[in-house]
């Protein structure tokens, strides 16, 4: 397990360092969640009632963006080739990568998210369990995106296609995680079934994402 | 001696060292007498002794604006004159300026609940604060995406003069946003005319923010200036020690 955990700190510390854009993703959701307002209204009723929605929404494209330089810096400098030429199997080499990936990018947004729904006028009450909802979901996100960022470094593009390729496969992640934010907040369905929905759609992307992405990287960069 | 003379880092670096703990003084003492008065300042006899919160939510604000200025005009040094200490302005009076922008919006979150009920009301004068704060955050992540130092401060530089022009228009369309959708009715902004018992105080607070900034300021400069020789040391070391091996 150590070429696991050594890849893992390795990948978060060039995140953290100088050109590697970690809190990029946080400050991307701050800037799409501000945006909303200038778009909708500053009803204070109206932005509480979708707030949940613009909070998920702004999660997902932020970790979306961030999933660009998942693989795509490693295959530039030649790193990528000698991960799978490695003793690690190259799906425990992704999921190390994707863990990391979440930890500087996919936690941030959970962090701050509070700050965020207080902005929108959401109830304070139920921000801890918003915020829940995220931190339960946004595994998920980088996992099914994980798979896109493989097809696109396999591909040598990147960009859109990458969000044309993952955004229908994050609409369960959606769906539930707001759902589950809702009840949260308004109710009067109950939290515990989308939320528990929420953390499988998390649990098997994280067995399925490294295999899928695994594969493609070893049939595109051959 | 002339004023040029001031731009050589070398010699700028020694008149700080000078010039600094003076400035960190008069600026300990006029924060001293500046929260004294505030604190024998009257309570407004609406909202109390939350007022308060003013002196220095007020001052700040004038500042985040200000650092605008400061790092525009370091922004026309560096692009026009290419000069290294005009980038180590601009570069120091970034973060400062954020994090002046951040306290003005937190006081006001703070101040806003008590009076309006709410932490956050998206309100011509608050958003267009946390737009500037938006700005402000992009400066920094340029600087923190650079690698090279020179071009990453030449590309901040022109930000921050894009945004010099743009900071106006922004707040203007903000304005006409928030009056499109709902009227002023929500809540009135400030007193008719402020009462010179309130006013000297702040006008005080306003001046001690502003040492404090020119503290800072200075201090990240020195800072920043050392950082470089560090980093090229370093890289002499670097190269000298490929030399040795090769």
């Keep these: 397990m150590n070429a696991f955990t050594s890849l893992l700190v390795r990948d978060m510390r060039i995140s953290v360092r100088v050109g590697g854009g970690a809190l990029m993703g946080a400050l991307f959701f701050l800037i799409v969640v501000t945006m909303m307002p200038f778009a909708i209204g500053p009803d204070l009723a109206l932005l509480a009632r979708i707030g949940p929605a613009i909070l998920w929404l702004g999660a997902l494209l932020a970790s979306l963006l961030a999933l660009d330089r998942l693989f795509a810096t490693d295959h530039d400098d030649g790193s990528l080739d000698l991960l799978m030429m490695g003793g690690l199997p190259l799906e425990l080499a992704v999921a190390a990568k994707a863990i990391a990936h979440w930890l500087t990018t996919g936690l941030p947004l959970v962090v701050i998210t509070p700050v965020l729904g207080l902005m929108l006028n959401v109830e304070l009450g139920a921000m801890g369990w918003v915020s829940l909802t995220l931190l339960a979901g946004t595994p998920a996100l980088t996992f099914i995106g994980l798979i896109g960022a493989a097809l696109s470094v396999a591909l040598r593009r990147g960009g859109l296609l990458l969000a044309v390729l993952v955004l229908p496969l994050t609409i369960p992640v959606l769906i539930f995680g707001v759902a589950a934010a809702n009840a949260a907040i308004v109710g009067p369905a109950p939290f515990a079934p989308p939320f528990t929905i929420l953390c499988a759609l998390s649990l098997a992307s994280f067995v399925l994402g490294p295999i899928a992405a695994a594969a493609t990287l070893r049939h595109g960069l051959e | ?246």
């Design chain 2, 1 to 246: 001696m002339p004023v040029i003379d001031l731009a050589n880092p070398t010699r700028f670096l020694s008149i700080i060292s000078r010039v600094l703990p003076w400035l960190a003084a008069a600026t300990v003492l006029l924060f001293a007498f500046g929260l004294a008065r505030v604190m024998t300042a009257p309570d407004d006899y609406q909202q109390g002794a939350t007022v308060k919160i003013m002196y220095l939510h007020v001052p700040t604000a004038w500042l985040s604006m200000m650092c605008w200025g400061v790092m525009s005009m370091a922004a026309l040094g560096t692009l026009v004159w290419r000069h290294p200490l005009a980038d180590v302005a601009g570069k120091a009076a970034a973060p400062i300026g954020a994090a002046f922008t951040f306290i003005c919006l937190i006081t006001g979150s703070l101040w806003g609940r008590p009076t309006w009920g709410t932490y956050w009301v998206w309100d011509a004068r608050l958003t267009s604060m946390l737009v500037l704060f938006l700005l402000y955050l992009g400066v920094l992540a340029l600087y923190w995406t650079a690698e090279d130092p020179g071009r990453g401060s030449r590309a901040a530089a022109i930000l921050a003069l894009v945004g010099a022009v743009n900071i106006p228009i922004i707040k203007f369309s903000v304005e006409y946003w928030n009056t499109l959708h709902q009227p002023a009715s929500l809540f009135r902004k400030g007193g008719s005319a402020i009462d010179p018992s309130i006013l000297i105080p702040l006008l005080i607070m306003a001046g001690a923010f502003t040492l404090l900034f020119f503290t800072l300021h200075f201090a990240a400069m020195r800072n920043e200036i050392l950082r470089r020789r560090v980093r090229s040391m370093r890289l002499m070391q670097a190269q000298e020690l490929a030399k040795a091996r090769s």
